[in-house]
């Protein structure tokens, strides 16, 4: 049988070797060969700096802006190359990058521990029992929902300004006690660790090169997103257009969202569906479409406070509005499916094995689905809920306006 690992990459052109802050000291035999032998070094100029007295090959630095493409690396295949990369190349790293580019046969990667890692081993924390979060480049609302009360999160951030505008977040957000831990050139000969609380952080000067440690303790008025479909109203900002909480446990249900799928929210009033869609999972994206301009700038304004804020808002009527969208894999029509051809639109747009969703409260948008289940199939549910209210000095049931739901899959 043939060798297999890294001793058989011989004829490997591309090396990815992961870098800490403690430099040449910390790499293996292996790295420091293949950094030696390459024609070409590839590296960010701090990276450069660490590998200096090692490196015989040419040393270039990252184009500015960075170049996801990676011309100039695949440019120069079939010579000795290496890349240099902070700690795990495949954590948030240029490895990921490049795999997109080059198989996995013709690179060699050697990592070294990820900057979590060595926060975890800092401070005593089981990796598997925490949360991770790369706010990096991102917004730091990416936070909001993993929040709930002993929570410890790491998180990789952009500067050392990150620390506290994160937690000034906390601390708005009603997690003010919340103890933040900022570990700062993890492994390098300046490596600190810091500590405050989220209401009175006040550390300054902070290391670029930094994790945040978060334990999270709420106050009473926490703004906690819980882990479930069905979110409270007034989680979310509206005028009344919102698909209400039981409802939309229901709706969520029915769209049975999957691992990297897309869905239209047309006519998304407050967003609340397409972001609770993208809540359910990292990998989940949604378009709200909506005509009222107001109510697009709210969609987006909830999507941020509830922590999902690459959720897509495009302003403009249905179906219109669906001419340069991508192609979804659910869709969801809670307003104006009943305007001439969005629901005809909404369903050729539709990829084959999609899911559609329409919940109708007028008669119109009745009608309309109930000819759609006559023609294609489907389900068709009237759900009808009552709450107690107060009549005179007693209690009775105050029934709300009935939904009538039809939900396809297209052949």
């Not at 960010?44 to 960075?66: D, M, Q, S, Y």
């Not at 900057?115 to 917004?139: F, K, N, P, V």
């Not at 708005?172 to 900022?182: H, Q």
């Not at 994206?285 to 107001?294: G, H, T, W, Y």
Request: proline share 6%.
């Amino acid at each position: 049988m043939p060798a297999k690992g890294p001793r058989a990459a011989g004829s490997r052109w591309l090396t990815i070797v992961g870098i800490g802050e403690d430099g040449v000291a910390g790499l293996g035999d292996e790295a420091k060969q293949r950094i030696a032998q390459a024609e070409v070094v590839f590296g960010g100029k701090r990276h450069l700096a660490l590998v200096a007295n090692l490196a015989k090959g040419e040393a270039r630095t990252w184009p500015t802006p960075f170049d996801a493409e990676m011309r100039d690396v695949l440019a120069l295949k079939g010579k000795k190359i290496c890349v240099l990369a902070s700690g795990d190349p495949f954590f948030h790293g240029v490895g990921v990058t490049l795999a997109r580019k080059v198989k996995p046969e013709h690179m060699l990667v050697l990592p070294a521990p990820s900057s979590l890692s060595l926060a975890a081993s800092r401070l005593g924390w089981a990796l598997q029992d925490i949360e991770t979060i790369s706010l990096h480049g991102h917004s730091i609302d990416l936070i909001r929902p993993l929040l709930h009360p002993g929570a410890r999160i790491l998180a990789l951030t952009s500067d050392g300004d990150a620390p506290a505008a994160i937690a000034g977040l906390l601390d708005e957000l009603g997690f003010g006690p919340s103890r933040l831990t900022v570990l700062e050139a993890l492994g390098g000969a300046d490596e600190a660790h810091r500590t405050s609380r989220a209401d009175a952080f006040g550390l300054k000067n902070i290391n670029p090169l930094n994790v945040l440690a978060l334990e999270i303790e709420p106050t009473p008025d926490a703004r906690i997103l819980p882990l479930t479909v069905g979110l409270a109203d007034h989680l979310f900002e509206h005028d009344g257009q919102i698909t209400k909480r039981e409802i939309r446990a229901i709706t969520l249900s029915v769209l049975a969202p999957r691992r990297g799928e897309l869905l239209w929210d047309i006519g998304a009033g407050s967003g609340s569906i397409g972001i609770e869609w993208m809540m359910a999972h990292p990998s989940l994206r949604a378009i709200a479409v909506e005509a009222n301009s107001e109510r697009a700038a709210r969609i987006a304004r909830n999507a941020a406070h509830c922590g999902v804020p690459g959720l897509v808002v495009v302003e403009g009527a249905a179906p219109k509005a669906f001419a340069k969208l991508a192609t979804p894999d659910a869709i969801f029509i809670g307003g104006g499916g009943s305007d001439a051809g969005v629901l005809e639109k909404a369903i050729k747009a539709l990829r084959a094995g999609g899911r559609l969703v329409a919940n109708a409260v007028t008669l119109e948008m009745e009608a309309l689905l109930l000819d759609q289940y006559n023609r294609r199939g489907g389900d068709l549910t009237r759900i009808a809920l009552s709450r107690a209210a107060p009549v005179g000095s007693m209690q009775a049931w105050r029934p709300a306006m009935p939904v009538t739901q039809w939900s396809w899959v297209k052949p």
